[in-house]
């Protein structure tokens, strides 16, 4: 156990949708990342957050968008949701912006868009 | 572009030694990462390196030379649970991570 939690672990919805997914990073961590990981694209990072800030930017679609509460716990808000959306949507924390430090990883949300 | 090559699977036995390459060419770099993914779990966070030479840590070592854009993981004493897919990752100038498209390993008695 990582000590990330991610709600909820499956996610069944259709086209045109919007979905949350959340993310609970370890006690103390400020650093909060999330990736996409499909069949055919591989592990894709999406975006970091740092304390409530934005850090960094990936492959993150204009329908997607997240943030970072004052409690460090995150959000990522799927929207105009298309068949290839379907994918495991994994969070990660960390305890500072990086370097090199240990990213632990949650469970991820299994998301499938019919 | 940005690319990271990386194989797509190997095989080796166990009690062996392998090592997974890794080629990146990227727009600036400020660190490589090696994770480790067995399947249906989360990946798992191994090694960093940001300068030249040998990283180790236990059985696993990762080596970067940035100059010609190569890293390499390597495993030693292999065993079965090692049978898992290896990502190789780099951080760019903008602080985004691009991912490889992972080396399955398949270790064999």
């Known amino acids: 156990d990582s000590g990330v939690t991610q709600t909820p672990k499956h996610l069944i919805t259709a086209t045109g949708q919007r979905v949350t997914l959340r993310c609970s990073p370890r006690?103390?961590?400020?650093?909060v990342y999330w990736y996409q990981q499909s069949l055919d694209q591989g592990l894709q990072f999406l975006i970091q957050?740092?304390?409530?800030?934005?850090?960094a930017k990936g492959n993150i679609l204009e329908r997607f968008s997240a943030q970072q509460f004052p409690d460090l716990h995150s959000e990522l808000n799927l929207s105009s949701l298309e068949l290839g959306d379907s994918a495991l949507y994994f969070c990660?924390?960390?305890?500072?912006?990086?370097?090199?430090?240990?990213?632990?990883f949650g469970p991820g949300t299994r998301l499938l868009v019919l | 572009g940005q690319n990271i090559d990386q194989p797509t699977e190997m095989t080796a036995t166990e009690g062996a030694i392998v090592q997974i390459n890794c080629t990146y060419q990227?727009?600036?770099?400020?660190?490589l990462f090696w994770y480790q993914q067995h399947a249906g779990e989360a990946p798992t966070f191994l090694s960093y390196?940001?300068?030249?030479g040998l990283e180790e840590k236990g059985r696993f070592s990762s080596f970067l030379s940035r100059s010609k854009g190569y890293s390499y993981l390597l495993l030693k004493e292999l065993q079965m649970k090692d049978s898992a897919s290896y990502l190789c990752?780099?951080?760019?100038?903008?602080?985004?991570?691009?991912f490889g498209q992972g080396t399955e390993l398949s270790v064999k008695p």
């Open positions: 990660a924390s960390s305890e500072t912006s990086g370097g090199g430090e240990t990213q632990y």
């Open positions: 006690s103390g961590d400020l650093s």
């Open positions: 957050y740092y304390n409530g800030e934005e850090r």
């Open positions: 990227t727009s600036g770099f400020n660190g």
């Open positions: 390196n940001v300068l030249d």
């Open positions: 990752a780099v951080r760019d100038n903008g602080r985004k991570l691009i």
